[in-house]
């Protein structure tokens, strides 16, 4: 039967229900002020939805009806962000954020200035992307490694505190909007839902920001409606059709769409008014019905944030002021040293079990053997422990008083514990390394970190199955995983032939990874998440890479000597071109998609002489942050000069060359093209 076209007045009064539906979500949920009853309000949602039952055609995705519509899914998609999502720099005293404000005074070269600074809660969540396309609702993402994250649009569309269409009453709402927010799981909420959990016999969530986690990655949006989720929106990413001059701008306009902002967020003049806020929110910290770590503290003004830029995984103008770690105290009941992946043997605490900051620790890691004797660690000692940054668990001292007799101390080991080999230490370096290129233990992580999620996603092949591997002589390198099949993976001990499948099928998926997995996955030295980014965007083939020198690593912004270094070093290696040889005969590399937005993208950049109102690193960082290459000489490969004030020979090799020369004028018409 044909469906029966709406007459008019039914559709207006449906947009008109839809209209008002928003704007009383709006009032109950972010004013926390609403000027109707529930069962008005009630009434109104259920004439909507007789109304949509008669017409489906005006089933629209931003009715309030579609809340939790959607039908279980397999699989998550990814989500690109047009803006990364980068990550923030710490600081965790005073003095670590005044040398932030220095930091700003000398990249943009004005030292008396003082900065107005906007200054928010960092609220202990998950962070997410959300984009609204004509006011409505589009997509919704996690932050993932922040160029891209899990489509999770219709589990953020189940939660009441983020509006399905932007309201438009008293400011029109952008073309295109990204709005970065945090969801979070308040702490009464969070008790109720573990009660709840125990009650039936499930594992209770560790703490708040695990449940949110947990709650958003639902493949059924019917079970995250049920988890009580909240989102508090901090920032956005790109705007179209809306411009604005602060921060606080944006903020204020957020919040006149209707999207939620935290009541806590201020604005301070000058870096010890923000220290002062800091101060003040860490007093008020254990009152508030949500965890927070930190402070984050943004310089407002929008062009300094321009023109301050981005390093290679945050940016210039922010940053996260955290609180004290929460602490606790234990007993060590041995000290065990580890294998990396890179030889680094480090020593670990193994302590009895204690609650840190919600979470149960019971491994702390003692970094290297100058620390272990500068805190004088000993099996069996009592020692204070903290999170550090909430994050990773330390030792921070010994409680000598608590000492047992006959202690002694950690003596390091001589010879390495998997294979025996005799431990180096380098001079001028405080790691002990296992110089053994065979040695299990470094293999073993090498393989653990390859086939990791940020690197390769082998989904399945964990630690024990590495062991098992290993113990079989079925991989003796990352290369032989390419390898294996389904009858070598059910001699594996619990190994059935169904699970056997998935991992071969988990290692042929990942036969096309990104060039930037792929830089991630080989574990190169200094090479992170963000700078197997940052090469990816600059070289565009996984060869150019690989063949290059260090003076070019050099020119690329973020890429420091030390990288560079390791980077080279990694090449060099007669062992490492042969893994390499062997892994490109079955592995597929994507090459990173070209920005599309900027005419900069891929172009190369030389700059000589002085500029007047950048200086040469800004100059830089506008390219790269635009996704061009900046070089120190000039080529027939270089495709504009950028010549300021009293230009030296790059200039006259420039015009031999018939390469574009840019004045300062021209370049900068060049970059407000993007």
Known sequence: MAQRDAPPEVQARAQELRDQLHYHNYRYYVLDDPVISDQEFDRLLQELSKLEAAYPGLVTPDSPTQRVGAAPLDKFDTAPHRVPMLSLENAFSDGEAREFEDRLKRFLRIMEETFDYVVEPKMDGVAVELVYEQGRLLVGSTRGDGYRGENVTQ??????????????????APDLLEVRGEVYMDLGDFKKLNDERLARGEPAFANPRNAAAGSLRQLDPAITAARPLKIFCYGIGLVEGRSFATHWDVLQALKTWGLRINPLIDRRRGIEEAIRYH???????????????????????????????AKARSPRWALAYKFAATQATTRVKDIMVNVGRTGAVTPMAVMEPVQVGGVTVSRATLHNEDEVARKDVRVGDTVLIQRAGDVIPEVVKVIVEDRPAGAQPFQMPRACPVCGTPLVRPPGEAVTRCPNPDCRGSLRRAILHFAGKSAMDIDGLGEKIIDQLMDQGLVEGIADLYRLTEADLTLLERFAEKSAGNLIDSIEKSKKPSLARFIYALGIRYVGEATAQLLAQHFHAFEALRTAGEDELL????????????????????????????????????????????????????????????????????????????????????????????????????????????????????????
């Open 155 to 172: 589990n953020l569309k189940t939660i009441h505190t983020i509006p399905l269409a932007l309201l438009s009453r008293d400011l029109p």
């Open 279 to 309: 101060r003040d929110l860490e007093h008020q910290r254990h009152g508030l019905p949500y965890e927070i770590d930190g402070v984050v503290i943004k310089v407002n003004d929008l062009a300094l944030q321009e023109r301050l830029g």
């Open 555 to 674: 020119t690329i912004e973020g890429i420091g000597p030390q990288v560079a270094k390791g980077i080279r070093d990694f090449f060099d290696s007669a062992r490492n071109q042969e893994l390499l040889d062997n892994l490109l005969m079955v592995i597929s590399i994507k090459p990173p998609a070209k920005p599309a937005v900027s005419p900069l993208a891929g172009k190369t950049f030389v700059f000589t002489g002085g500029l007047s109102r950048l200086s040469r690193e800004e100059a830089k960082a506008q390219v790269t942050a635009r996704g061009g290459k900046v070089s120190s000489s000039v080529s027939a490969k270089t495709d504009y000069v950028v010549a300021g004030a009293d230009p030296g020979s790059k200039y006259a090799k420039a015009r031999d060359l018939g390469v574009t020369i840019l004045d300062e004028d021209a370049f900068e018409e060049l970059l407000n093209k993007v």
